[in-house]
């Protein structure tokens, strides 16, 4: 008898081992990277001491055409390129250039709910937008020349908002085009005004709006260039107006 309650004794102690092991925060990944996070399984969120989850170090841009309810159609824009992630998945080194973009920004106290690989930002300087028409858009422009005085970007980024303590400080209104939305604090500027101010680490992802419809309803093509601090990205889109 006394055998049998030390088996189910041993039994319920190795159970409730079990348990406190499936409650512990430290998880290790590849390439040695120690990430201290708790799975919420419910609805997939962790918890994480950085705001940012991924580093995109941009080479392509892909281009589309959106347009959301008749109004006047804009320009999608999304980097894509080689990423470092806050787990560590591409190894030490990976990690290594991950934690020195998130020291610049002073991203490591957020310490708040975040689906894994949410936040997405490029790394490097917006220098300059361009936006060349092959076809005559209207009479000030004509085929080869640039339509960016007549386009407003739509973008955003979180370096102001982290430096205020992951709070955002400044109001918007509410006029902005249907169907665009911003993921950190909005940046709003003619697209042939940026680089006369610094614009860095924005989303991933980010809109160009004509302020103006062509002199005539049809087909149109327009060659986006990106220069950024690091390199050109060029694309061409098609679009109906």
Same mark, same amino acid.
């Given at each position: 008898?006394?055998?049998?309650?030390?088996?189910?004794?041993?039994?319920?102690?190795? &159970?409730?081992?079990?348990?406190?092991?499936?409650?512990?925060?430290?998880?290790?990944?590849?390439?040695?990277?120690?990430?201290?996070?708790?799975?919420?399984?419910?609805?997939?969120?962790?918890?994480?001491?950085?705001?940012?989850?991924?580093?995109?170090?941009?080479?392509? &841009?892909?281009?589309?055409?959106?347009?959301?309810?008749?109004?006047?159609?804009?320009?999608?824009?999304?980097?894509?390129?080689?990423?470092?992630?806050?787990?560590?998945?591409?190894?030490?080194?990976?990690?290594?250039?991950?934690? %020195?973009?998130?020291?610049?920004?002073?991203?490591?106290?957020?310490?708040?709910?975040?689906?894994?690989?949410?936040?997405? &930002?490029?790394?490097?300087?917006?220098?300059?937008?361009?936006?060349?028409?092959?076809?005559?858009?209207?009479?000030?422009?004509?085929?080869?020349?640039?339509?960016?005085?007549?386009?407003?970007?739509?973008?955003?980024?979180?370096?102001?908002?982290i430096k205020n303590g992951y709070k955002s400080? %400044?109001?918007?209104?509410?006029?902005?085009?249907?169907?665009?939305?911003?993921?950190?604090?909005?940046?709003?500027?003619?697209?042939?005004?940026?680089?006369?101010?610094?614009?860095?680490?924005?989303?991933?992802?980010?809109?160009?709006?004509?302020?103006?419809?062509?002199?005539?309803?049809?087909?149109?093509?327009?060659?986006?260039?990106? %220069?950024?601090?690091?390199?050109?990205?060029?694309?061409?889109?098609?679009?109906?107006?």
């Amino acid at each position: 008898m006394k055998h049998l309650l030390f088996i189910l004794a041993f039994i319920t102690i190795c &159970i409730v081992s079990c348990g406190r092991d499936d409650d512990k925060t430290d998880v290790s990944h590849s390439g040695g990277v120690r990430d201290s996070v708790k799975h919420y399984p419910e609805d997939g969120r962790i918890m994480s001491d950085y705001y940012i989850q991924v580093f995109i170090d941009p080479d392509t &841009i892909e281009v589309w055409q959106k347009e959301y309810y008749g109004l006047k159609p804009y320009i999608a824009v999304m980097f894509d390129g080689y990423q470092y992630d806050c787990k560590g998945w591409g190894g030490t080194e990976d990690y290594a250039i991950f934690k %020195k973009h998130s020291d610049i920004l002073g991203d490591s106290l957020f310490s708040g709910l975040l689906i894994p690989f949410s936040n997405r &930002i490029i790394i490097g300087e917006l220098m300059e937008i361009n936006v060349v028409t092959i076809d005559d858009f209207d009479e000030e422009h004509k085929s080869g020349s640039s339509v960016s005085d007549i386009i407003t970007f739509y973008g955003s980024s979180p370096v102001d908002y982290i430096k205020n303590g992951y709070k955002s400080t %400044k109001e918007y209104s509410k006029d902005l085009p249907a169907g665009i939305s911003y993921v950190y604090d909005l940046i709003k500027y003619n697209a042939s005004s940026i680089g006369q101010e610094k614009v860095s680490y924005i989303d991933y992802y980010f809109f160009l709006c004509f302020d103006r419809l062509p002199s005539s309803p049809g087909t149109y093509t327009f060659e986006i260039e990106i %220069k950024l601090s690091q390199k050109t990205l060029k694309n061409k889109v098609t679009m109906e107006f």
